[in-house]
């Protein structure tokens, strides 16, 4: 049974920080192509970050550029995403989202709030 379980969502601040991780079983985690997305309230589901299966070339939206890290650990079947410098625009529900062998595979979501 595939599974990708977010977690580290919440309330914080303007300026704040978070870090999200979502927990991969039931597929090969190491040769896949993680990403995060997030869907903010009204909108569409948008790309935030993405990580090859090496994890040596990640790639960031531009809104996200410099202030959000992508990062894995395969021993741990886990994908990272650090937030920092939060605002209120990235006030959203933040999706784990995985590539292995063609199919893909998507977490139930973890909400983001940035609120003062």
């Known amino acids: 049974q595939v599974q990708l379980v977010e977690s580290g969502g919440g309330l914080v601040q303007p300026g704040g920080s978070l870090r999200l991780s979502c927990v991969a079983s039931g597929f090969t985690f190491s040769t896949s192509i993680l990403s995060w997305y997030r869907q903010p309230p009204g909108k569409e589901r948008e790309l935030v970050a993405r990580?090859?299966?090496?994890?040596?070339?990640?790639n960031y939206a531009d809104s996200v550029k410099g202030r959000f890290t992508i990062s894995r650990d395969n021993a741990k079947n886990t994908v990272y995403l650090q937030m920092s410098s939060l605002q209120p625009e990235d006030t959203a529900v933040y999706y784990c989202?995985?590539?292995?062998?063609?199919?893909?595979?998507w977490g139930q979501g973890t909400q983001v709030t940035v609120s003062s």
């Open positions: 990580i090859t299966r090496t994890g040596s070339i990640p």
């Open positions: 989202h995985a590539i292995g062998r063609g199919i893909v595979y």
